[in-house]
């Protein structure tokens, strides 16, 4: 029951405790290794197949290096403790999770705005986005925070966790025991650090063009199968899964990224409203696909429904998995 009790304390701690401010965090040490990665590479200039070439060395170094070093500290721990491995597993996968990071950021911007105090919203909202938020209404300041929590409900709460489970059923190879905690870990750390290297590097915009290409689309392919599968569960929360599944087969390929048009889409659609639209970014206007139908406006009542259906997700998804390795013997 080690890999099954470790993953629940992961997600209560998450939960209860989420990331504190001033604590050292792993995608900090990640974000680190990404910079000082990408400084030489970026020396090259015009030098585009040795960039190419070394996005791809940063990225499988900074993905295979995290998961190898994620599993080593626990293995280390238990070493000295078995005790002390598991607390390290725990904070670890807890780490990988940002469910209460999510929660604490809507709740930040939505606040001041609440209270009337909309150039703070904008101001808050800034921290979280890309997009420039000096001027936005309170409607866009809204689809903003709803847009944010639905697209970073996928790579950064559903799909660790996913890969937290079947690392943890892979693991069984190894061991019932420590092997699916350093499997569960090492794959967990493994996303994560695709993830981070996707939102630092992963541009088609200069200086990255050449050296994060690879790193946006090992993301892209890692996060593919459970944004299906969060599509899927979301759809079947909802209660109206058909028009669900219909709405995002019309509109999420009009979005570029294989996943986030999905992922924003099936909330959308969930809900009842439309996101999408236009959006500035550095004082140019990019237009987004329009997602979703416009059955209700979106208010914070929508904001804390789509939060509903993730923590909903994640809680079946949980279960599903802890069944599945307790059926395992783990």
């Not at 965090?25 to 990640?30: A, K, L």
């Not at 990225?59 to 500290?73: A, E, F, I, T, Y």
């Not at 058909?242 to 999905?262: H, T």
């Not at 409203?273 to 500035?280: D, I, L, P, R, Y």
Request: aromatic share 6%; charged share 15%; net charge positive.
């Amino acid at each position: 029951m080690t890999a099954v009790l470790i993953l629940g304390l992961a997600a209560g701690l998450d939960f209860l405790l989420g990331d504190p401010w001033g604590w050292i965090h792993p995608v900090q040490i990640i974000g680190w290794a990404i910079d000082r990665g990408k400084a030489p590479l970026m020396a090259w200039g015009d030098r585009v197949r040795l960039q190419r070439l070394g996005g791809i060395v940063l990225g499988l170094g900074v993905v295979l290096g995290s998961g190898v070093v994620g599993g080593g500290l626990v293995w280390f721990g238990a070493g000295v403790h078995p005790l002390l491995g598991r607390t390290i597993a725990v904070v670890l996968l807890a780490s990988c999770l940002a469910g209460r990071s999510l929660r604490d950021a809507a709740a930040d911007v939505l606040t001041p705005l609440e209270a009337g105090k909309i150039e703070e919203a904008r101001s808050r909202l800034g921290r979280y986005v890309g997009r420039d938020t000096a001027n936005l209404s309170e409607a866009e300041i809204l689809r903003a925070v709803l847009e944010t929590v639905t697209e970073n409900a996928i790579d950064g709460v559903l799909a660790p966790l996913f890969y937290g489970i079947v690392g943890a059923i892979l693991g069984t190879q190894i061991g019932t025991g420590l092997g699916t905690v350093l499997g569960a870990v090492a794959l967990a750390l493994a996303y994560k650090a695709a993830s981070t290297l996707d939102s630092m590097v992963g541009y088609r915009d200069a200086p990255y063009t050449h050296i994060g290409w690879f790193s946006a689309r090992f993301e892209d392919g890692a996060t593919w199968l459970p944004c299906r599968l969060a599509v899927l569960t979301l759809a079947l929360l909802s209660g109206r899964p058909r028009r669900v599944l219909s709405l995002c087969r019309r509109d999420a390929p009009q979005d570029p990224s294989p996943n986030a048009g999905w992922s924003e889409c099936a909330y959308a659609a969930a809900l009842g409203v439309q996101v999408g639209g236009n959006n500035v970014y550095r004082g140019q206007v990019k237009v987004k696909p329009r997602l979703g139908e416009a059955e209700r406006v979106i208010d914070r009542a929508c904001i804390t429904a789509a939060m509903a259906l993730t923590r909903r997700c994640f809680l079946l998804w949980l279960g599903l998995g802890m069944t599945i390795l307790l059926g395992l013997g783990c």
